[in-house]
Every structure is written in structure tokens, then in C-alpha cells.
């Protein structure tokens, strides 16, 4: 696996204008030239595939400016956060190649410091306990067009205040009784800066300090605090903090301490997806999905489950770029960077998803011959594999039609066809049930076409793949789409939720499906090119002789059509 450090070694390139900004601050010599990056997420939910933009981003600047990447988990709601999503995290983070090396580190590790600070800024007259209700918290504070009004506790004096704080966090007083907010300006034109809340009263056992704290930071104090303990040099966020800045530099210049550079960037939005996490969390609890790792799902483990690679995502992060404004990226240009990747490091297999029996009625009763087949024509070290061939065959039923229309050159009655790396096999005979259906095929090989070519000069216009009945391994294959119809999900009719736009037909599942016994001896998360059907991954359900495949993309590129039409 590529890891996303290596991208410092290749070529230069254009620099994105976070890498510029940080180029620059390099160049004069800012933090003593160092680069320091984190990642932060907070334990409430599975990564998604937005995360990765920010994983990659982050990480990317750090090993190409020669730095250090720090893991923080921002851990400071202990009622939403569990430590099954700080586990998720680690595994996500590390699978797609960033390497955090001995720092990892939670925001609760600071929650001492932080309430020190706190302190410091009441003793400064910078900061209040108010005994205002969440609902008239909201009310004071106004609007975009009127200016908020002072709490009435704004002025309590700071022996008060300090009394008041102390016996907030030893637990005197019950949830949402009072506050501890900073004491800024409530006309201030940006909404952020209006007295905002620093400390909630929380009695809830948090993951890691269990119940030694009852008071909990709030995200935009707790945040910038964290960035200057670890001496962040770039803190990266995505661009709903961007009026959040503010707040970030005026805390830090308060406190008179170690001050981080902030910098946002547009956040990732793709087609026929959610990316909030409690959308997400919704599907899961709502049982749309099986779980967070559900292969429809844009989480890092649902795409990882699909068989999607590390480096197919970095590289999509890589093509998408970095901008200052939102935008929507089509779906398909994921799948483009998908296939680029698997179509240079997927082993083939030959797999038939819907089974048509075929006899060949004149190869020799009970013979075997093994035949050799091409791993990946993309990458010729991968070597050759034996495949068996024997009198009965399975080919998919779409390869057949006994009517064939004009342009139809695959398998038909009287008409000749190449099997991959095998024969030229005619059809002969169709066989039906009393239904009418079509069951079996009666065909004649060509002995002298082994390998594909007849010495005559002949030619055929159609190669298809197929399977030994006698060596199939049977398996189910579960065939994934959208898991919604509409580009925005979030356009639905008034009164329903995105919900409402789930695709019924997410989810296929093929059972009796024959693949090559070259896959016996699969294990989950294996990629696979399935010749002619698309790329498959196995699935984590498959064990003890029981063989389940995922359907991670099909073979044909809509964003390559795409790109063709606009050049």
C-alpha cells in the first residue's frame, strides 16, 4: 500500500493555497520554520469518506514539509461518544496511511489545563457564570440584524464568579443551571463573539475520565487550547469554522499563550451521499443499512468492506483538490480514481453471476485440462494461474440469446464464439424445461483453437468467460448502487426526510454464482477483477467453505465518457 507521505517524493506540483500559505510561513521562518498538523475528530460516529480529504490533507502537508501529524480525538461531549468510534478511528486513520508515529493524543488529556485557563480568564474579568437558560442564552444573543442584550449575572464580581466556577465543577448544581461564558461584546456583528459559552454542567460519565469532571468544555474553547498545547503550527478546519476564527484567536490572545494559525478549507459534498454524521447514525439506527460498515455506506469501513483501496482515496483526495468554496463532486469521479487503481492491482478471476450449463458434447467424458490464464495483463510479474477446463461449462445467460438481434456477436444457435483462454466452442442445441426456459446449451469445441486462435485463420467476434462445472466453487455475490436516488438526497417532498429518497434496489443479492476454485482460498477484504464483470472484493461474511463477494464497482468508467464529451 502507498502510503499518502509518498506524495512527497513525487514530481512537484502546483501548490494548493493551504500548501502555499504554508510555504510561505516557511520560508520566513514562522514557528522556526516548523510544520505541525492534526487531525481531530470527535468519537461520535464512523469516519467518512469527507474525513479522509481532511486525513489526507493534513497528513499530505505534514510528511511534505518534512513535519509532524498529530491523532487528537476531540472528546469533549461524553454523551455521544463511545470508545467503539475511538477504535473505528485508529483502524480508519491508520488503514488509510497516516502514521500519527507515538502522538495520539484526546482533548480530555488537557481537561485540567483547560479549566485552569478558565480560571486565568475569570481572574482576568474576561470570563462570567451566568444563570441564564439555554432557550434565553439564545434570546440574549440576538440576531444577525439586532444586537444581544448583557446577561443580567454579567457583572457578578470575579470573587463570585470564581466561587460560583468551583462549585459548578465540584458538582453542586444540576445540568443547564449555569454557564460559564467569556465576557466579550453582545453587539459584536459576528454571532460567535457574543458572550459565548465556555464550560455546560454535565453529569454524564465520559469515556476516559469516567466521573471525575461534571463540567465540560465547549468545542470553540476547548479547541484552540488543545492546538496550543501541542504546539500546532497549522490548524486546519473546514469552512463552517471559518467565522469561528475569531473566537479561536481571541481565546489564545487572552490567555496570552502559544498561538496556531487557523485556516479553512471547503468541505467534501458527493452526489447521491450523506456526509453528516447524524444522517449517517440515522440510517444505521433506522436499519436502512446492516451498520456503519455497510458496503452503500460513504464511511472509510463501508468502503474498505466494498473494496475500495487506501490508495484509490488518496488519489481521488489528490484529483479533487483543495478549495476555498463549496462544491458538489459527481460520484463517478470516485469510482474513475477507483478503477485506475484496481485495474492496475486487482488479480483476475473468472466468475459467472448468473449460471447457463453448458455441454460440449464432443470433448472426452471425465477429461480435465488445465489452461493457463493471465493474473493481470496490467502488471506482467503478477504470472499466470492454471485453470480447469472440462465437458461441462457455466457461462452467464446474458452471453446467450436464441434470437439474437443484429449486433448481438456473443453465443447463439449455429454460431461460433471464443471461451477465454480456451476454445472456440459452436452451439448446437438449446434445451428447455417445460416452461420454455432455457437451461442448458449443447456445444462442439474446436480442438485445434486451444489458447483462443484458429490455425485456419478464422476469427469470431465475441470472447466470453466461463467456469468448469466440475470445479466451481459456489458463492454469493451481492451487487451494490446508490444508496439514493437523488444527486441531493436532501431533496425530498415537504414533510419527509432524505430518507425518502432511498433507493429501493441498493442492494442485489445473486445466489448460485460459480467462480474459478484459483479463489479457494480467499480472505476477506481480498480485491478482485471478476473478467468481464466488474471489481469485487470479499466480504468479511464469508467463512467456512461459505463464499460471499461485494461488488465494489462495475467495469465501465461514466466519469472517463464524461471527461471525453468535455475534451
Request: net charge negative; proline share 5%.
Given at each position: ?13 502546483r501548490?494548493d ?13 514562522t514557528w522556526g520554520g ?5 487531525f ?7 469516519l467518512h469518506i469527507?474525513?479522509?480529504k481532511?486525513i489526507?490533507l493534513?497528513?499530505?502537508?505534514a510528511?511534505q514539509f518534512?513535519?509532524?501529524f498529530n491523532?487528537?480525538?476531540d472528546?469533549t ?7 467503539e ?5 485508529i ?5 488509510l ?5 507515538d ?14 485557563w478558565?480560571v ?12 441564564l ?5 439564545r ?16 457583572d ?5 464568579n ?11 448544581f ?8 467569556a465576557k466579550?461584546d453582545?453587539?459584536?456583528?459576528n ?14 460519565s ?7 469532571w461534571?463540567?465540560?468544555p ?7 487550547l ?7 503550527t497549522?490548524?486546519i ?19 496570552d499563550?502559544?498561538?496556531p ?7 467534501l ?5 450523506v456526509?453528516?454524521?447524524r444522517?449517517?447514525?440515522?440510517l444505521?439506527?433506522?436499519?436502512h443499512?446492516s451498520g ?5 455506506m460513504?464511511?472509510l469501513?463501508?468502503?474498505?468492506r ?11 483526495c ?5 478549495n476555498?468554496?463549496n ?8 469510482e474513475h480514481?477507483?478503477r485506475?487503481?484496481?485495474n ?23 477429461q ?5 490464464a ?9 504470472g499466470?494461474?492454471k ?5 461441462v461449462?457455466?457461462i ?6 436464441e ?8 453465443l447463439?444457435p449455429?454460431?461460433?464464439?471464443r471461451?477465454?483462454y ?6 448446437r442445441q438449446?434445451i ?9 446449451l449443447?456445444?462442439t469445441?474446436?480442438p ?5 486462435d484458429?490455425?485456419?485463420g478464422?476469427?469470431v ?7 468448469s462445472?466440475a470445479?466451481a466453487?459456489n458463492a454469493?455475490?451481492?451487487?451494490y ?10 431533496d425530498?417532498?415537504d414533510?419527509?426526510d432524505?430518507?425518502a ?6 442492494l ?7 467462480i ?7 480472505k476477506?477484504?481480498?480485491r478482485?477483477?471478476?473478467e468481464r ?5 470479499t466480504d ?5 467453505g ?15 465518457k464524461?471527461?471525453?464529451k468535455?475534451?
Amino acid at each position: 500500500m502507498t502510503s499518502i507521505n509518498e506524495e512527497s517524493n513525487q514530481e512537484p506540483q502546483r501548490l494548493d493555497f493551504i500548501r502555499q500559505i504554508v510555504a510561505e510561513d516557511c520560508e520566513k521562518g514562522t514557528w522556526g520554520g516548523r510544520v505541525h498538523t492534526r487531525f481531530p475528530p470527535e468519537p461520535n460516529g464512523y469516519l467518512h469518506i469527507g474525513h479522509a480529504k481532511s486525513i489526507c490533507l493534513n497528513y499530505g502537508i505534514a510528511a511534505q514539509f518534512g513535519g509532524k501529524f498529530n491523532l487528537r480525538f476531540d472528546d469533549t461531549n461524553p454523551c455521544k461518544e463511545e470508545q467503539e468510534y475511538v477504535d473505528s478511528i485508529i483502524e480508519d486513520v491508520r488503514w488509510l496511511g497516516a502514521d500519527w508515529e507515538d502522538r495520539l493524543f484526546f482533548g480530555s488529556d488537557y481537561f485540567q489545563q483547560m479549566y485552569d485557563w478558565a480560571v486565568d480568564l475569570i481572574k482576568k474579568g474576561k470570563a462570567y457564570v451566568c444563570d441564564l437558560t439555554a432557550e434565553q442564552t439564545r434570546e440574549y444573543r440576538g440576531t444577525l440584524t439586532q444586537p444581544g442584550k448583557n446577561s443580567p449575572w454579567r457583572d457578578r464580581s470575579i470573587e463570585e464568579n470564581l466561587d460560583l466556577f468551583t462549585r459548578m465543577k465540584e458538582g453542586q448544581f444540576p445540568d443547564g443551571a449555569r454557564t460559564l461564558k467569556a465576557k466579550i461584546d453582545m453587539a459584536h456583528p459576528n454571532l460567535n463573539m457574543r458572550d459565548p459559552v465556555m464550560y455546560r454542567i454535565l453529569h454524564a460519565s465520559h469515556h476516559r475520565t469516567k466521573d471525575n469532571w461534571c463540567i465540560y468544555p465547549m468545542y470553540d474553547w476547548a479547541h484552540g487550547l488543545e492546538d496550543s498545547i501541542e504546539g500546532i503550527t497549522h490548524s486546519i478546519c473546514t469552512l463552517e469554522f471559518e467565522n469561528h476564527r475569531p473566537l479561536y484567536d481571541w481565546f489564545l490572545d487572552q490567555l496570552d499563550i502559544y498561538h496556531p494559525r487557523q485556516i479553512e478549507f471547503a468541505r467534501l459534498n458527493l452526489t447521491n451521499t450523506v456526509m453528516s454524521k447524524r444522517k449517517l447514525l440515522q440510517l444505521v439506527k433506522d436499519r436502512h443499512v446492516s451498520g456503519w460498515d455497510d458496503p452503500r455506506m460513504p464511511t472509510l469501513c463501508g468502503l474498505r468492506r466494498r473494496g475500495y483501496s487506501p490508495q484509490a482515496i488518496q488519489n481521488f483526495c489528490k484529483v479533487i483538490g483543495v478549495n476555498k468554496f463549496n462544491s458538489t463532486v459527481d460520484f463517478s469521479l470516485l469510482e474513475h480514481c477507483l478503477r485506475e487503481d484496481l485495474n492496475k492491482t486487482s488479480p483476475r478471476a473468472m466468475a459467472v453471476l448468473n449460471p447457463l450449463r453448458v455441454v460440449i458434447t464432443n470433448y472426452p467424458e471425465g477429461q480435465t485440462e488445465e489452461l493457463d490464464a493471465v493474473n493481470n495483463p496490467e502488471d506482467l510479474a503478477a504470472g499466470t494461474r492454471k485453470v480447469p477446463f472440462s465437458k461441462v461449462l457455466y457461462i452467464e445467460q446474458e452471453d446467450f440469446m436464441e434470437n439474437p438481434p443484429k449486433k448481438f456477436f456473443r453465443l447463439a444457435p449455429g454460431r461460433e464464439v471464443r471461451l477465454r483462454y480456451a476454445y472456440f466452442i459452436k452451439c448446437r442445441q438449446v434445451i428447455k424445461d417445460q416452461s420454455g426456459s432455457i437451461v442448458e446449451l449443447h456445444c462442439t469445441f474446436d480442438p485445434d483453437t486451444r489458447g483462443g486462435d484458429a490455425p485456419d485463420g478464422r476469427k469470431v467476434k465475441a470472447t466470453i468467460h466461463w467456469v468448469s462445472a466440475a470445479h466451481a466453487i459456489n458463492a454469493e455475490v451481492r451487487l451494490y448502487d446508490h444508496l439514493f436516488t437523488k444527486e441531493n438526497p436532501d431533496d425530498a417532498e415537504d414533510g419527509q426526510d432524505f430518507t425518502a429518497n432511498l433507493n429501493p434496489d441498493s442492494l442485489r443479492i445473486l445466489t448460485g454464482c460459480k467462480i474459478e476454485p484459483a479463489l479457494k482460498n480467499t480472505k476477506p477484504l481480498d480485491r478482485w477483477q471478476f473478467e468481464r464483470m466488474g471489481y469485487f472484493c470479499t466480504d468479511s461474511d464469508s467463512r467456512d467453505g461459505r463464499f460471499v463477494f461485494n461488488r465494489t464497482a462495475t467495469l465501465k468508467d461514466t466519469w472517463a465518457k464524461v471527461q471525453q464529451k468535455q475534451s
